[in-house]
């Protein structure tokens, strides 16, 4: 069974930064992209970011591109997101998962393990 799991969340105040952490217990995601997406309070889960499988293709959704950056580390599987300039909206939990494919993707179906997320929270 393949344990994906995030830390680094916390409150932290409008404009600064946190970076998160991807643990995946196995190196099956070695050859997979990686991606993190977030929840806010009575929203649905959205796409945040993704990296590919070689870390050379990113994707970022329109309102973190320029703010975060996604980045991992092949030998040890680890996904990790720097988050800059931290905005209320960015509020939520976030989730890292494994997709089932070797590319940067964007859509949620595409992933296939799941961490259960860390919660960010950006006050004023």
């Known amino acids: 069974q393949v344990q994906v799991i995030e830390s680094g969340g916390g409150l932290v105040q409008a404009g600064k930064s946190l970076r998160l952490s991807c643990a995946v217990s196995?190196?099956?995601?070695?050859?997979?992209?990686m991606g993190w997406f977030r929840q806010a309070p009575g929203k649905e889960r959205e796409f945040v970011a993704s990296?590919?499988?070689?870390?050379?293709?990113?994707n970022y959704s329109d309102t973190v591109k320029g703010r975060f950056t996604i980045s991992r580390d092949r030998s040890t599987g680890a996904a990790f997101l720097q988050m800059n300039n931290l905005r209320l909206e960015d509020t939520g939990v976030y989730y890292c998962?494994?997709?089932?494919?070797?590319?940067?993707?964007?859509?949620?179906?595409?992933?296939?393990?799941w961490g259960r997320g860390t919660q960010v929270t950006v006050s004023s």
């Open positions: 196995k190196r099956t995601s070695t050859n997979n992209g």
């Open positions: 998962a494994v997709s089932r494919l070797a590319a940067a993707t964007t859509a949620g179906n595409t992933y296939q393990y």
């Open positions: 990296i590919s499988w070689n870390g050379g293709t990113t």
